[in-house]
């Protein structure tokens, strides 16, 4: 491993003009996303083409993957944030120190994971609901995930090195890479087009194993190669940097893993209301990935330049860039939601013709997106929380809006209100989550003013 100096600010980060940096590093960023929601995307459009039973069958298998890419992803931010630190004071041996360690923590702890659900596919799916008719196919395909997920471990967290050191333009290329090569071949090994065999489900985990060996070559070319952030790991100093990317990593897992769980929890209450009201925030979650979609990835790339400024001890930065990312995000969906609204009721007629469900859609859409600035918000901030190492504070601050705020509020509703109040509610959780993250974003900034 090399001993070297890395030569700092190699992308800015620490120098060029923050309204220039900023969107530089979340434009490429945005096509990363768009490219992993189009591989979940392509996956479920050719799954379906086999049946229901087929589509039922890998919607089973969601919740279990997510929760098993909550690891990568935990160690993604650990390593964001804990290299950023380092390649701002120009220390590229300890960078690459700790991305080797980040890495083999993430292959180890998912292989163990992999290990563990190979060998309880049929109870744990039981145990989520799935049928006896489900039961072979969710094997099918769980069988082969199992077996190839390790392949995305490298790509997942790689990625995030990289990103730490300011480069979002090659993850994202390696996630279209990966996109493209699983958009090809999903077809042609699910319905056995020319040459290929006829594998259904099973085709379909195998295709997106062949796309993640793809991402793994070009990320780990990358990481070897170009930004020399690999090498023989450290035995002296394995334990302690394990314990550092855990400390981070482990708070930033459960976070993510919150999500989707406070999500199932609102579909129980909203199918108290009908199937219709389940439907409609079903198709709402879709284009929620959309409409927030670009401050996903202002928030995924803020982590590692306010630790590369954090480890510069440029405070100067962390100050105006925390200000100037805050006020984009309200700004940024306040307009998105104005563009919105003449075009809400067009848009429920696109995804669905049940008139009760395009009727439940268009008040969701007209209620909760209203608020996205001030979720936003919140997301920047729990970014911030991770670059300066308090990723225990970001985890409470996201179990405050889905446990504290949201859940109950919904609950609330739900009991004296029809739909609609359960929507509203949402909203009412954003702003206020929203606001109390304004207010911790300025106690934090009055901090950095005072070792200025």
């Known amino acids: 491993m090399t001993s070297s100096t890395a030569p700092q600010d190699k992308h800015g980060l620490l120098s060029a003009p923050i309204n220039r940096v900023l969107p530089a590093m979340t434009i490429p960023m945005i096509f990363g996303l768009v490219a992993i929601l189009l591989f979940n995307l392509v996956d479920t459009f050719f799954v379906a083409r086999l049946g229901t039973d087929a589509l039922a069958a890998i919607s089973f298998t969601f919740p279990v993957t997510f929760a098993v890419n909550c690891i990568t992803m935990g160690i993604g931010v650990g390593l964001a944030s804990l290299i950023g630190r380092q390649l701002g004071k120009g220390d590229l041996s300890a ?17 163990l994971t992999t290990l563990v659900g190979y060998h309880t596919i049929e109870p744990l799916f039981t145990l989520l609901g799935a049928s006896l008719e489900l039961l072979p196919m969710i094997r099918d395909y769980m069988e082969v995930w ?20 300011g480069d979002t333009k090659t993850p994202a290329k390696i996630m279209m890479l990966a996109g493209i090569i699983n958009g090809i071949l999903d077809p042609l090994l699910i319905f056995g087009l020319g040459p290929f065999p006829e594998w259904g489900i099973r ?28 090498g023989k790991p450290n035995r002296q100093m394995l334990g302690s940097d394990w314990r550092q990317i855990l400390s981070i990593g482990t ?3 459960l976070s993510n893993a919150m999500n989707p769980l406070s999500g199932a929890l609102l579909m129980v209450i909203l199918a108290q209301h009908g199937n219709a009201a389940v439907a409609a925030y079903g198709a709402a979650q879709r284009i929620e990935s959309l409409l927030l979609i670009v401050i996903m990835a202002l928030a995924s790339i803020f982590t590692p330049f306010m630790a ?4 510069a001890k440029r405070f100067d930065r ?20 104005i563009l919105l609204v003449p075009i809400t009721w067009p848009l429920t007629h696109f995804f669905i013709d049940d008139v009760q469900v395009q009727e439940a859609l268009w008040l969701y859409l007209i209620t909760v997106p209203a608020s996205y600035g001030m979720q936003g918000m919140l997301m920047v901030l729990i ?15 996201t179990s405050l809006r ?22 509203i509610s949402l909203a009412i959780a954003n702003v206020v989550a929203g606001s109390g993250a304004y207010l911790h974003a300025r106690y934090i900034r009055k901090q950095w003013q005072q070792c200025l």
């Open 402 to 423: 889905l446990f504290g705020l949201m859940l109950p509020g919904a609950l609330i509703a739900s009991r004296y209100f029809d739909t609609e109040g359960i929507f």
């Open 308 to 311: 590369q400024n954090l480890g």
């Open 146 to 165: 199992y077996l190839t997920i390790p392949l995305l471990v490298i790509p997942m967290a790689g990625n995030s090195a990289i990103r730490a050191g």
């Open 251 to 253: 708070p930033a897992g």
């Open 318 to 337: 962390t100050r105006q860039g925390l200000l100037t990312a805050l006020h984009f995000t309200l700004g940024f969906q306040l307009l998105i939601y």
């Open 95 to 111: 960078a690459a120190r700790l991305t080797t360690h980040g890495l083999l923590l993430a292959v180890i702890l998912v292989a």
């Open 203 to 230: 085709g379909a985990a195998i295709a997106s194993g062949i796309s993640w060996a793809g991402a793994l070559v070009g990320s780990g070319w990358v990481l070897i190669k170009r930004e020399r952030l690999l």
């Open 383 to 397: 970014a911030t929380l991770n670059a300066m190492q308090k990723s225990t504070q970001a985890m409470l601050w």
